[in-house]
C-alpha cells in the first residue's frame, strides 16, 4: 500500500503531462516504477483507501490463462473489463479482421496459449513454462510473452502487462512481471493483484514456495480527468493493513485452472477498505 500511495504522489510531483493519441486525453505520466510484493509473507497488495474488486482481476487472469478470445467468455467466468474494447473501440470496430461482437482478436491469453510459429502451428508458452518449473527446470527462459508485434492488427488492443518471467533458486519461485502502460488509479490495482496471484498459483501447481514478485511499469500515468478524485480524495485517505489471499489448495495443475476454477476459489481475509472511488475510464 506504501508504495502504491508513493507511485501516486511521485507521478503528482514529477509526472509531465503527455497528451495520449489514443484517448485524446492529456496524462500526468512518469517513466519507470518498481513495484514488489510479498507473496512469501501473503501480504495481498489490495488497496485499502478505496474499496478495489479483487474477483473481476482474478477472474480476468484465469481468462488469460485459458487462451480466451471472446469477451462474452471473460464476462460468463465475472469480468467485464474487456467489453468496452471488443465492442466500443472505434478502431477495432472498423478492423477488417473483427469476427463480430465481443472478439477481441488474438490478444493478451491467445499469444501465451496459442502463439503462431512460422508454419501456422500454435505454440504453448504457458504449458512451457509451467512442465519446467514442474520438473524443478529453470532455463533462465521461463517466459510467457504476449506482446507479438506481427499480430497487434489482429487485436483490439496491445497488451499493457505484456511479459513475466519466472525464475527458480531452490525450491523457492519468483515472477518478475514487464508492463509498458499503467493507468494509475483505475488499472494498476488489477494489475497488482493479478502479478501476485499468478505468483502463488504457478508455485501452487508447480510444487514450489512462492517468493517475490516484481512489477516493472515504463509508462505510469493518470488521465486529467482522473486526478482531482486522486489528489483530492483518495491520498487524503489513511491505509488499512495489508489483507491476506487465500487459494483452494484442491488447484493442483494447470488442467485444473483450464476446467474447474472459479473465482470462488480465491478468497480474502482481513480486508479493511474506505469507500470505492469511481474513476473515469479511458477507451
Not at 467466468?77 to 474487456?82: A, K, P, S
Request: with cysteine; glycine share 8%; hydrophobic share 35%.
Amino acid at each position: 500500500m506504501k508504495q502504491y500511495l508513493a507511485l501516486c504522489k511521485n507521478i503528482i510531483e514529477q509526472g509531465q503531462w503527455v497528451t495520449n493519441e489514443r484517448t485524446g486525453k492529456k496524462c500526468l505520466t512518469l517513466i519507470n516504477a518498481d513495484l514488489e510484493y510479498d507473496v512469501a509473507g501473503n501480504k495481498f497488495p489490495l488497496i485499502t483507501t478505496r474499496k478495489s474488486f479483487y474477483k473481476a482481476a482474478i477472474a480476468e487472469l484465469l481468462g488469460y490463462l485459458r487462451g480466451y478470445s471472446n469477451a462474452a467468455q471473460f464476462r460468463e467466468i465475472g469480468c467485464n473489463t474487456w467489453n468496452a474494447n471488443a465492442n466500443d473501440n472505434d478502431a477495432w470496430l472498423n478492423n477488417p479482421h473483427r469476427k463480430g461482437e465481443d472478439d477481441m482478436g488474438r490478444v493478451y491469453g491467445v499469444q501465451g496459449r496459442a502463439w503462431q510459429k512460422p508454419d501456422g502451428t500454435p505454440l504453448d508458452q504457458l504449458k512451457k513454462v509451467v512442465d519446467n518449473l514442474a520438473n524443478g527446470i529453470d532455463d533462465r527462459g521461463e517466459i510467457i510473452t504476449f506482446y507479438n508485434p506481427g499480430e497487434f492488427d489482429l487485436g483490439c488492443l496491445r497488451p499493457c502487462m505484456h511479459t513475466h518471467t519466472f525464475s527458480l533458486l531452490g525450491d523457492t519461485l519468483y515472477l518478475t512481471s514487464y508492463q509498458r502502460s499503467c493507468d494509475v488509479p483505475l488499472g494498476l490495482n488489477f494489475n497488482q493483484v493479478q502479478v501476485f496471484t499468478f505468483l502463488a498459483l504457478m508455485a501452487q501447481i508447480t510444487g514450489h514456495k512462492p517468493g517475490k514478485a516484481y512489477h516493472k511499469i515504463v509508462n505510469a500515468h493518470i488521465y486529467e480527468d482522473q486526478l482531482p478524485l486522486l489528489r483530492d480524495v483518495q491520498l487524503t485517505r489513511e491505509p488499512f493493513a495489508s489483507p491476506q489471499l487465500e487459494i483452494n489448495p484442491d488447484i493442483k495443475s494447470l488442467k485444473d485452472l483450464e476446467t474447474w476454477v472459479t473465482t470462488d476459489d480465491f478468497t480474502v481475509k482481513g480486508y479493511q477498505h474506505h469507500e470505492a472511488i469511481a474513476y473515469p475510464f479511458s477507451v
